[in-house]
C-alpha cells in the first residue's frame, strides 16, 4: 500500500511541457503629502488585495515561455483638512518571457536565462 503512495505522488515529479500557476497577495503603499499655501494634503492608493495567473509551455527541448498577468486592486485617494476624495481603480499587468534552460528537464538542478517584456495600465 505504502508503495502505491509513492508511485502516486512520484508521477507529478517527471518533467512536465506545460506550466499553470496563481498566485494571490495584499498590496501596501506608503501615503504622501502635498504641500502648497492653502495647507497640506495626503495622496496615496489604499492597501488593497492582488492576484494573477502563469502560465507556462516548453515548446523546444531549451527554451520555454511563461506568461503572467496581474490584477492589483487599488482605490486612489486625495484628502485634506474638511475635504476627501476617492476613486475606484485598478492595475493590470502582463509579461511575456522567453527562459532559455541550461540543462534538460530530466536533471535536477536547471539554471535559465530570461528575458522578457510587459506592460501596465
Known amino acids: 500500500m505504502k508503495y502505491a503512495i509513492v508511485i502516486l505522488f512520484a508521477a507529478p515529479v517527471f518533467g512536465q511541457t506545460y506550466e499553470i500557476g496563481a498566485n494571490i497577495g495584499y498590496g501596501f503603499y506608503r501615503d504622501g503629502s502635498i504641500y502648497s499655501a492653502a495647507g497640506t494634503a495626503q495622496a496615496g492608493i489604499r492597501n488593497r488585495f492582488a492576484a494573477g495567473i502563469t502560465l507556462g509551455d516548453e515548446f ?15 482605490h486612489p485617494f486625495l484628502q485634506a483638512p474638511g475635504v ?38
Open 84 to 121: 476627501k476624495s476617492d476613486i475606484q481603480g485598478q492595475s493590470d499587468a502582463l509579461t511575456g518571457e522567453l527562459l532559455f534552460h541550461f540543462k534538460t528537464r530530466e536533471h535536477r538542478w536547471r539554471p535559465f536565462l530570461a528575458g522578457g517584456s510587459g506592460a501596465k495600465e
Open 60 to 74: 523546444a527541448k531549451y527554451v520555454s515561455f511563461e506568461f503572467r498577468y496581474l490584477y492589483h486592486d487599488g
